[in-house]
């Protein structure tokens, strides 16, 4: 334990406070600080006042200092991705990825800091010019969920920062020590003090309130539920902040009878059980034509009998715990309802005999939309599989939620992936692909999956304003 805490260890206490635990056995890693709303009230002011010069420096300055911060992540990915696998029970493997992901944003965000274009434009009168220029938005605060404890992070501060903002992050409970390594690297970096600070908390909706309500933050982001995001968009409201959601999905997952099989075995498996379910873009729905279906969960259903369920920082493990039991029981409840109403378990449909937190990777067919497994988000290694005939049925039923995050579909029909590309109501789709998240392209939802794009050109704007100025005058 002592190894895995060693990058955070002046941030651990011996009392109270937060309480890091270990899902793959329960074990304590320590305790943190556990900030009132006063004292988050007080960062917000300290990151006010760290505004003026983050923001005057050049953006050639700051890309610079980002850099910095990017390389010191990557030095340290083995030890980020123990902490990471150690509080949220990613594998291994997937937690020195993430740690690559998540310093993939830094990298692009200082180039793009570089890049933030204004314009001139031509005038609408002989003696005025216009001029926009672009602007950093102010204070920035974020909220940021478990499973993916770094990437979260760094997809929302490496923008506000190139931006010339500053930021405040509050990590989920279950992970504030991933949080709190990349603020202590942020200042090893020469990212100065007050400019990203993490408020770590046993109580997220006091803190969250003052993130979304202190009249000095001007744009607030966050990951995480639809429902929360729901409450703390309406909270932003009272000070007209800028927002950025990204929530909860409901992904299809499209097979058609022209498929790559091959391909699609490949992408289900990647797009279903990576992070043991838990991701917001995990296919939630496999939707497969009804003439490849019986080959289709043959070959998935081997696949799947080959992953290793166990601690995710042993080798080879390609399951590990869910986030906590609590996260177990949600799973066993959406299986257990799906069988009690005649779905047919293929492979795993229980509760794995490794601990309380661990779920057997399971395949369900006989499946029907009444089903609440239908419209809940699973967060957990269950393909629930659904058949159709004909592509007019497939979008209707790959749309019917209130859902629009991730759609993915399979086809080696040209005409047939023009068409579904633009039928699906997605903010992402991919297509003959399992996985799409880059730092270089825009990831984000729409109807109740959110608003606002992270990553790429578009994830820089999200912390900026627009100054129009005309210059008059001029003859
Ligand atoms: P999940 O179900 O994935 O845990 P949540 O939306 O509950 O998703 O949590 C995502 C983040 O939102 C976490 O950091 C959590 O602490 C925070 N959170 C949950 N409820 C509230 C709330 N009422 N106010 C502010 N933050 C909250």
């Known amino acids: 334990m002592r190894a895995v ?20 056995d329960g074990s304590q890693l320590g305790t943190v600080r556990d900030w009132t709303a006063s004292d988050t009230a007080s960062a ?25 911060w990017h390389d010191l992540i990557l030095e340290h990915q083995n030890d980020l991705a123990a902490l990471t696998t150690a509080e949220c029970g990613k594998p291994i493997g997937e937690s020195i990825g993430e740690v690559a992901y998540g310093a993939s944003f830094v990298q692009w965000f200082a180039e793009e800091a570089k890049r933030m274009y204004g314009d001139v434009m031509p005038s609408h009168a002989a003696n ?38 500053t930021a405040l992050v509050k990590p989920a409970e279950a992970t504030p020590l991933t949080a709190l390594a990349l603020e202590k690297l942020a200042l090893e970096a020469g990212i100065p003090e007050g400019v990203f600070q993490v408020i770590t908390t046993t109580d997220p909706a006091s803190i969250g309130k003052v993130l979304t309500e202190h009249p000095v933050i001007k744009k607030f982001s966050f990951t995480g539920s639809t429902a929360v ?20 999905g409901n992904a299809p997952f499209i097979v058609f009878d022209d498929a790559d099989i091959d391909a699609a075995i490949e992408g289900a498996m990647i797009s279903k059980y990576r992070n043991t379910g838990q991701t917001c873009v995990c296919a ?20 799947v009998a080959a992953l290793k369920v166990g601690d995710g920082s042993e080798a080879g493990v390609s399951i590990g715990p869910l986030i906590n039991q609590v ?17 047919r378990v293929i492979i795993g449909g229980k509760r794995h005999s490794y601990g309380d937190a661990y779920y ?12 609440e497994i239908a419209s809940r988000e699973i967060f957990g290694p269950v393909a629930a599989i659904y058949t159709f005939q004909s592509e007019a049925e497939v979008i209707k039923m790959a749309n019917d939620t209130p859902y629009g995050l991730a759609a993915y579909f399979y086809s080696r029909d040209l005409g047939r992936c023009f068409r579904m590309m633009e039928a699906l109501d997605y903010g992402m789709v991919g297509v003959n692909e399992g996985v799409m998240s880059t730092e270089v392209a825009p990831f984000g939802g729409v109807k109740e999956s959110g608003v606002g794009r992270e990553g790429s050109k578009y994830g820089l704007e999200e912390y900026t304003e627009l100054k129009y100025c005309l210059i008059g005058g001029l003859t």
Request: charged fraction near 20%; charge should be positive; aromatic fraction near 4%.
């Open 128 to 165: 005025k010019q216009i001029m926009v220029m672009r602007q950093a938005i102010g204070v920035v605060s974020a909220i940021t969920p478990w499973n993916f404890p770094l990437a979260m992070i760094t997809r929302k501060i490496a923008p506000a920062l190139a931006a010339g903002c």
């Open 229 to 248: 995001g729901k409450v703390l968009a309406a909270q932003c409201a009272g000070t007209m902040k800028k927002i950025s959601m990204e929530l909860g």
């Open 44 to 68: 917000v002011m300290t990151a006010s006042a760290a505004m003026n010069s983050w923001r005057s420096r050049t953006a050639k300055d700051r890309a610079s200092v980002l850099m910095n």
């Open 360 to 371: 057997e990777p399971t395949i369900l067919t006989d499946l029907n939309h009444d089903m």
């Open 5 to 24: 805490t060693k990058i955070v260890s002046e941030y651990l206490g011996r009392d109270s406070g937060l309480v890091v635990t270990n899902p793959a």
């Open 284 to 303: 939630n729905r496999f939707f497969i034509h009804a003439d490849i279906h019986d080959e289709f969960v043959a070959r998935l259903s081997a696949a």
């Open 327 to 343: 996260g177990a029981d949600k799973v066993a409840g959406l299986v257990d309802s799906a069988i009690s109403a005649g779905a």
